[in-house]
Structures are given as C-alpha cells and as structure tokens.
C-alpha cells in the first residue's frame, strides 16, 4: 500500500469513505431484514452470499486480481469463519427487534474488542479499560431494561441475547479487519468474505435453506450488490487511516438505523435506547484510548 495514514487528505478520503461504506450498509440491513423476515435469516444471508460471490468474482475476474498468498487467506478465512454465524445472528435478532435498537446493541463491540485485543496481544487492562467496561455495560443495561419493562414480547429479549453475540464476533472482527484491508486489495476482500461465508454456511443448507419468490428477488439483488460495494469502500477506508479514526464514524448507523427503520417498518426509538447508545458511544471513545498500542502492534504484523 502506498497510502500515508499520516496525510491529512488521505485521513479526510478515509472518513468520507467510511460514512459512504456505514450508510449502504444500514441500507442493506433494511433489504436484509425484510428478508429475514420473509425467509429466515439464514436463508437470507445464503441467497446474498452467493449473489455477492458471482458480482465479486467478476470483479476479481475483470481486474485479473491475483490468488493471495497463504498468509493472507488464512486473514481471509479467520475473518470468514467469524462473519458467518454474526451475520445469521444480527438478522435473526432483526426479525424480533427494532433495527436502531439492535444496531444500538451492536456498538459495543468495540468495547469487547479492546479486551480482546488485550487478550491476544497480552497487554494489562488499564484504568480506561474498566471505565470503558463499566460505562458500555451500563447502556447496555438501560435498553434492555426497557425491554424487561414488558413493552415487548418476550421473543425480543432472545433477540437482544443473539445481538449481544454477534457482537463478541463482530469484536474479533474489528481485530482482525485492519490487518486485512492492509495486505489485500478491496474487490478481493469483498470475493473472499462473501465466498467462504457462504462455505461455512452451506453444510447447514439441508435443514435451514429456504427458497425465495420471485417477488423477493429486488430484495436478493439489492442486499448483495450494497453489501459487496460497502465491503469493498470500508475496506479502501481501512487501507487509508486507523481503525482508532474510524470506528467512531460506524456510530452513524444509528442514525441511519433509526430513520430507515421508522421510513420502511414504522418503527420508533425510545428514549431509553437514546440514553443506552450515548452510555456506549462514551464508552468506545474512551476505550479508544486504548487503540495507539493497538495499531502498533498490527501495523507490525503487516509489514
């Protein structure tokens, strides 16, 4: 890569980059959870990832992108093996649960992924570390217990449990992401990610695999194509600035959770689930301090 982190122009691409990559996303959560409902979300993930791997592989086909060597597959597949089961997991819990809410929930994964980081890189847990811990976990506590008020139904609390989940993967994710966006080029990440998420989810197909109608197929469609343009963007903006200067921009998709959300299901955001994601977007931004020892070590391990 031949990109300076250290450029402000470069920085400023990143970050643009990395909203444009957050809202296509977000917009890809709505098609994906109006399958999910539809089709479960296993279904719905395995038809967008075998769309996702044809539209990629023409990419890598078109650009003659070269087969990686074995220490970047592995990256490739490390990162795979942990997308699948979060992905089946956040859509599932979007079918019992309000998307903002459930994108919400999500934002604490930064916070697991510093104590994740500390365990592999066998760093000690400072202070801002604990504070971190303490104020995540507080938000957390505050939006689930407006789901323990009785508001909701009792299916949405295993929908908060799969959230939580998904995001202690989507934590090993965010080790890992920075890493790869370094050593490979983003139409390969994007081929790669949607063609061995599909391989660790097709041994389950004989008794999950549902089929789609015809009717369903702009949704099929419109899920890969965002969801193989918004990995290749946030993985250009991961190969021009430090996960520490961009994870912070992921928050957007709050926003966009809630407005796509209320627009497409008629859903609305509680005041509780405010006051929880304020709590946890403290607590990443503390945590963030924590990040410098962090990008060290990775920008080693890339060189």
Not at 100 to 110: D, K
Not at 152 to 171: E, H, I, N, P, T
Not at 186 to 194: C, D, K, L, R, T
Not at 240 to 257: G, K, N
Request: glycine share 4%; aromatic share 10%.
């Amino acid at each position: 890569m031949t990109n300076s982190p250290g450029d402000p122009k470069t920085l400023v691409a990143a970050i643009m980059l990395c909203v444009a990559g957050v809202a296509l996303f977000s917009i890809m959560d709505v098609a994906m959870k109006g399958l999910a409902i539809a089709i479960g979300a296993y279904s719905a993930v395995f038809w967008r990832n075998i769309l996702g791997t044809f539209i990629s592989g023409c990419g890598m086909l078109a650009m003659r992108n070269p087969w990686p060597e074995k220490k970047v597959l592995r990256l490739h597949i490390v990162r795979a093996a942990l997308i699948g089961p979060m992905a089946v997991l956040f859509f599932w819990a979007l079918t019992r649960m309000p998307l903002a809410e459930a994108i919400a929930l999500s934002f604490i994964a930064p916070v697991i992924a510093l104590y994740l980081s500390a365990i592999l890189l066998k760093e000690q847990i400072s202070r801002y570390s604990v504070i971190a811990a303490i104020l995540g976990l507080a938000g957390v506590v505050v939006i689930v217990s407006h789901r323990l008020s009785g508001q909701y139904d009792s299916g949405a609390l295993w929908g908060v449990v799969a959230v939580l989940v998904s995001a202690v993967m989507f934590a090993a994710n965010l080790v890992v992401q920075r890493q790869q966006a370094q050593v490979a080029s983003a139409i390969e990440i994007a081929f790669f990610q949607n063609m061995l998420v599909l391989m660790v989810l097709l041994p389950f197909a004989p008794w999950l695999l549902k089929w789609w109608s015809i009717d369903m197929l702009p949704f099929v469609v419109m899920s890969a194509v965002l969801a193989v343009c918004s990995q290749m963007i946030l993985a250009k903006a991961y190969a021009r600035a430090p996960a520490s200067r961009l994870i912070p921009i992921e928050y957007s998709a709050f926003a966009w959770a809630a407005l796509f959300g209320w627009l497409v299901f008629d859903e609305h955001v509680t005041w509780a689930v405010i006051a929880g994601v304020v709590l946890i977007i403290a607590a990443c931004f503390v945590a963030a301090r924590e990040k410098p020892r962090l990008a060290a070590h990775i920008e080693a391990e890339t060189a």
